[in-house]
């Protein structure tokens, strides 16, 4: 089963986006587990992620960093449903 990871800051505008932009792709895709991490609330995390959220691994790999990319959503919507 596919897994995405949000490690997201609060107050953060750019997180925001990313988990709306998320939340809107994985509709339709029951087989995609979604996590978000705050990436505050760990200081090992915030020290890797903290300057660089949102960053967003797809099955513990880095997919995406900042922003959404076409290619991802693409990638996402060919996972089975």
Same mark, same amino acid.
């Given at each position: 089963m596919p897994r995405l990871t949000l490690y997201a800051r609060r107050d953060c505008h750019p997180c925001r986006v990313?988990? #709306? !932009? !998320? #939340? @809107? !792709? =994985?509709?339709? /895709?029951?087989? /995609?587990? =979604?996590? @978000?991490?705050?990436?505050? +609330? $760990? +200081?090992? /995390? +915030? #020290?890797?992620?903290? $300057?660089? #959220?949102?960053?967003l691994p797809l099955d513990g790999v880095e997919a995406v960093r900042h922003r959404m990319t076409a290619a991802l959503r693409a990638r996402l919507a060919a996972i089975p449903g």
């Open positions: 990313m988990h #709306a !932009v !998320v #939340a @809107e !792709v =994985v509709v339709g /895709l029951p087989g /995609l587990v =979604v996590e @978000e991490i705050d990436v505050d +609330r $760990n +200081r090992e /995390l +915030r #020290a890797s992620y903290g $300057n660089d #959220a949102p960053v």
